[in-house]
């Protein structure tokens, strides 16, 4: 299980919004040294339309204060609404205290190095501490992201310019493809300071990052977020688990980082709780919440984000990803 501390009680800008706890817990992240909040906050719930900005702001200043620092947020997610709202929320003297990471899903340099700009105006900010690659869904997407002007270039230049301060990549359809990314890497000589991927009750029973992929990063020093702890509420339709139980099996995997989805200070408070009261669940209980899961979870039917384009983003907006590099584009032509 992964060394754990806990913040101390910061001292604050603004009165908190709720009792403030006196500790919450955290995690190193990865090899890269630092400590992050075991718990993050989800970009894509944050900007979800049925909130205001200022119910946004509210839920994600409540959770900063409160200890939840590790603040997740992508450039698509709702036409750059969330990185908005995150860029207000980070305002007086919050940026100083917390982990914000966002995604870009350009794989060429060109459209990469656009989209990371755009997200840094967006989150008034002259640099986020992670910078990921969005939805890594498809084998080429890993050929596209490390070909000669592709891009990780981008990445590069950026952390040399000192936009960002650490890279990793994320997906959510096949552990095949998180295990090919890794290999590409590999042959790059290019070490990722984190990756993301689901993991929950139901990802053990079917193509599962749990059983493929976080062992292969666990073992090259590459921190681990975990996400979808509940599908986006697909899996608990089940009603196989609740909220807490599906925290409590993804805090309980040897991740950096689960990141949920808030979207109400009811969440938030759940979410809060779960954190300062977690204990690592038992191999008995583990086992209890994976035969209680089983059936429902064979061939991935509440795991919609692997088995459905529902959740494919960059399927749906190909332009996105960028055109192809001047070499591919040359061939095609000839």
């Not at 806990?6 to 706890?21: A, E, K």
């Not at 075991?38 to 839920?59: C, F, N, Q, Y």
């Not at 919050?94 to 990469?112: H, L, N, P, Q």
């Not at 596209?144 to 592709?150: S, T, V």
Request: glycine share 8%; with cysteine.
């Amino acid at each position: 299980m992964l060394a754990a501390e806990t913040f101390d009680s910061p001292t604050l800008d603004q009165s908190p919004t709720s009792d403030t706890p006196q500790e919450f817990p955290r995690r190193l992240l990865g090899e890269t040294g630092e400590w992050v909040s075991m718990l993050g906050l989800g970009g894509s719930h944050i900007g979800t339309p049925k909130l205001t900005d200022a119910e946004a702001v509210r839920i994600m200043r409540s959770a900063i204060d409160r200890g939840l620092r590790f603040m997740d947020s992508s450039w698509d997610y709702h036409q750059g609404v969330s990185e908005q709202r995150l860029g207000k929320a980070l305002r007086d003297g919050y940026r100083s205290r917390t982990f914000v990471m966002t995604k870009i899903d350009g794989r060429s340099k060109k459209e990469a190095a656009r989209q990371i700009d755009e997200s840094l105006r967006r989150l008034q900010v002259d640099h986020v501490d992670l910078l990921q690659h969005h939805e890594v869904i498809r084998f080429d997407d890993a050929d596209r992201i490390f070909a000669e002007g592709g891009a990780m270039e981008a990445f590069v230049e950026a952390k040399q310019a000192g936009k960002l301060r650490f890279i990793g990549f994320t997906g959510h359809k096949d552990p095949h493809v998180h295990l090919y990314m890794l290999e590409i890497a590999r042959r790059h000589k290019f070490h990722f300071d984190t990756v993301q991927m689901p993991l929950n009750v139901m990802d053990a029973h079917f193509r599962s990052f749990e059983k493929q992929v976080l062992p292969v990063a666990l073992s090259e020093g590459i921190a681990v977020l975990g996400m979808k702890s509940m599908g986006s509420g697909v899996i608990l339709k089940s009603n196989a688990v609740t909220p807490v139980q599906c925290l409590q099996y993804a805090l309980t995997l040897p991740t950096s980082v689960v990141i949920t989805g808030i979207d109400s200070m009811e969440i938030l408070e759940q979410a809060i709780t779960t954190a300062r009261t977690f204990r690592p669940l038992t191999e008995s209980q583990m086992k209890s919440l994976l035969a209680a899961t089983a059936k429902c979870a064979m061939e991935g039917r509440y795991e919609l984000f692997k088995t459905t384009s529902g959740f494919d983003s960059t399927a749906q907006h190909p332009e996105w990803l960028g055109q192809e590099s001047e070499r591919t584009q040359k061939l095609v032509a000839d």
